[in-house]
Each structure stands twice: as structure tokens, then as C-alpha cells.
Nanobody
Framework: QVQLVESGGGLVQPGGSLRLSCAAF????????MRWYRHAPGEGREFVAM????????NYADSVKGRFTISRDNAKNMVYLQMNSLKAEDTAVYYC?????WGQGTQVTVSS
């Protein structure tokens, strides 16, 4: 069964850090690009970051560039999103994605 399972979300103060994880099951993970998206209340879904199948290429939304880092471990079928210098506007549900495969999302709330 194809599954993407996110974890690591939570409540953090502005300026803080979180690391999101996504575990992949049921498809040849190492052959696919992986992406993170987010969906804030009242907003459309927003692309956050992408990592190539081999992990050697990354791409980021301008809004997170320099603060977020996407990475993957193909031996463990995992993709990560390290989020630093978090801002209130980063508050959203964060989703792991590969093609038409989506996880259930993990909530990130940045608030004092």
C-alpha cells in the first residue's frame, strides 16, 4: 500500500526550529523526486521545497529560501524538512508529496 506519513509538527515560538519527517511506503522511493507543500488557513496550497531522487538537487520557494533545508535518506525511505528561523507566516499544515501521492499532513504552528 502506497503511503506517505508525516511527523514532527508542533507549536514553536517565532525564531525557533522544527524538523519534519516523512516516511514513504509501497513505491520505489529512491526513483522519485520528493516535495513538501503547505496549506495555511484561507490560503491555497503552496510549494515549499523539492529534492531530486538522488538528493543532489534541491529547490525552494522564495519565502523559505535560506531558512528551510530539504534532505532525504534513500536507505531509510525518508525525506526531511529542517525549518529554522520560523515565522508566524510559516503556520500551516505541511504535506509530503511524490507525484500523485500525498501524506495526511502535519500541523506547524508558530506563535508566541
Amino acid at each position: 500500500q502506497v503511503q506517505l506519513v508525516e511527523s514532527g509538527g508542533g507549536l514553536v515560538q517565532p525564531g525557533g526550529s522544527l524538523r519534519l519527517s516523512c516516511a514513504a511506503f509501497g513505491f520505489p522511493f529512491s526513483g522519485f523526486r520528493m516535495r513538501w507543500y503547505r496549506h495555511a488557513p484561507g490560503e491555497g496550497r503552496e510549494f515549499v521545497a523539492m529534492v531530486s531522487s538522488g538528493g543532489d538537487m534541491t529547490n525552494y520557494a522564495d519565502s523559505v529560501k535560506g531558512r528551510f533545508t530539504i534532505s532525504r535518506d534513500n536507505a531509510k525511505n525518508m525525506v526531511y524538512l529542517q525549518m529554522n528561523s520560523l515565522k508566524a507566516e510559516d503556520t500551516a499544515v505541511y504535506y509530503c508529496n511524490s507525484g500523485n501521492r500525498w501524506g495526511q499532513g502535519t500541523q506547524v504552528t508558530v506563535s508566541s
